[in-house]
């Protein structure tokens, strides 16, 4: 399965959950991410559940400090 994240193609070995990718792919570091797929933002709790689909465009947004 194939899906979109912040522009580039991944490949997913199976269908996951929004909380299992980003376990591997930014271990320990959910506090101050955004996540939205097909355009739609998915709040935190919700990431257990929502299933990524092959073909899936996901974004991931990362909060920052500054001024």
Not at 9 to 23: P, R, T
Request: hydrophobic share 40%.
């Amino acid at each position: 399965m194939e899906v979109t994240i912040n522009n580039k193609n991944h490949q997913l070995n199976q269908s996951c959950s929004i909380a299992e990718m980003l376990a591997v792919m930014l271990p320990g570091e959910s506090k101050g991410i955004a996540v939205a797929v097909n355009q739609t933002i998915i709040t935190k709790s919700d990431w257990p559940e929502h299933l990524l689909n092959d073909g899936d465009k996901v974004m991931l947004i990362k909060a920052t400090q500054g001024g």
